[in-house]
């Protein structure tokens, strides 16, 4: 059975630093990981796919890289902003139907 | 533009009281899920449509029920809600099963 677990559960930072959020999964045979961001008390935004073949996928600010061998992935937020502020959490494709299993999330903070 | 719509945002309802949850997509996509989040935890998938193919997950309880006429639109219907009931319903489309998905706002449901 897939777990998905992310590291820590809550980070808060000063405005302008990097920083990287953690995702691992116990089976590596997956297939496609996704990153999200979850404001509070509304639904999730896409961030970025990274599909089993690739090992990074960059966005703007934001660079995810996956290593299945190791059952990892991570998130790196460059040059973090208050409105970075929110909860991100890493979900795994599992089987054949899409299903996502998702991580327990970051909530991160950004202090100015 | 919206892409995935849910309606309403809030529904309140009482106990026993049936409740449905709408959903609308002007993305065109095969595939359409409906996933429960309750506070402070992942979602958790409950069922989806490939297309016309319902597919439910093993442990969603059976006072779940979904409904999909057409491509654009999806309904939850929860018979007969419960106070365990009350949580965040998101609504998530993709093109094919294991791409991007795509959520919407969520609707948040509160049972009295």
């Known amino acids: 059975k897939q777990e998905v677990t992310q590291i820590p559960a809550a980070l808060s930072v000063p405005e302008g630093e990097n920083l990287v959020l953690n995702c691992s999964f116990t089976d590596s045979a997956i297939y496609n990981l996704q990153w999200f961001r979850q404001d509070p008390g509304k639904g999730l935004t896409s961030l970025l796919l990274i599909q089993s073949s690739q090992r990074e996928q960059t966005s703007g600010r934001l660079n995810a890289s996956l290593d299945k061998s190791s059952g990892r992935s991570t998130l790196y937020i460059a040059a973090s902003q208050p409105g970075d502020s929110a909860t991100y959490l890493c979900a795994v494709f599992s089987g054949n139907t899409g299903k996502l299993i998702f991580g327990q999330g970051t909530t991160l903070q950004v202090k100015p | 533009d919206a892409m995935v719509i849910q309606n309403p945002r809030y529904q309140v309802t009482q106990f026993g009281k049936p409740v449905t949850l709408s959903c609308s997509q002007t993305l065109n996509h095969n595939v359409m899920y409906w996933y429960q989040q309750k506070s402070s935890q992942a979602p958790k998938l409950l069922f989806h449509?490939?297309?016309?193919?319902?597919?439910n997950e093993a442990d969603t309880p059976d006072n779940f029920q979904s409904r999909r006429p057409n491509t654009s639109f999806c309904f939850l219907d929860i018979r007969s809600p419960g106070l365990g009931d009350a949580a965040m319903y998101l609504c998530a489309t993709s093109r094919d099963r294991r791409q991007t998905q795509y959520f919407g706002p969520g609707t948040r449901l509160l049972v009295l």
């Open positions: 449509y490939y297309d016309k193919d319902f597919n």
